[in-house]
């Protein structure tokens, strides 16, 4: 059964930063794609980042490019996400997602499981 758990979400002021970790089990995490996404309220699921199985190859969404940044650790089966000069409109929940094909998708029908979400919300 694949679990992934996040933590370190949480409420801090524009300018601040949070990161947010996500760890898995029940899959082969070193050769999964691991993704972030967000969802505000009243809006549909977006993209936010992703990382490929050893970490080669990063992408991310044009409103987050230069302030956060993903990472992982294989030996931990965690995904990381640093979060930096946050601002109000990045408050959402965020979910960490993965792909067990380890392929490059930003779409959220590449990622078959998903974690719960944790909360960000950033004040004005």
């Known amino acids: 059964q694949v679990q992934l758990v996040e933590s370190g979400g949480g409420l801090v002021q524009a300018g601040g930063s949070l990161r947010l970790s996500c760890s898995a089990s029940?899959?082969?995490?070193?050769?999964?794609?691991m993704g972030w996404f967000r969802q505000a309220p009243g809006k549909e699921r977006e993209f936010v980042t992703r990382?490929?199985?050893?970490?080669?190859?990063?992408y991310y969404a044009d409103s987050v490019k230069g302030r956060f940044t993903i990472s992982r650790d294989n030996a931990k089966k965690t995904v990381y996400l640093q979060m930096t000069s946050l601002m109000p409109e990045d408050t959402a929940v965020y979910y960490c997602a993965a792909d067990p094909n380890g392929r490059l998708g930003t779409a959220s029908v590449s990622y078959p499981y998903w974690g719960q979400g944790t909360q960000v919300t950033v004040s004005s």
């Open positions: 029940g899959l082969t995490f070193s050769s999964s794609t």
């Open positions: 990382i490929t199985l050893r970490g080669r190859s990063t």
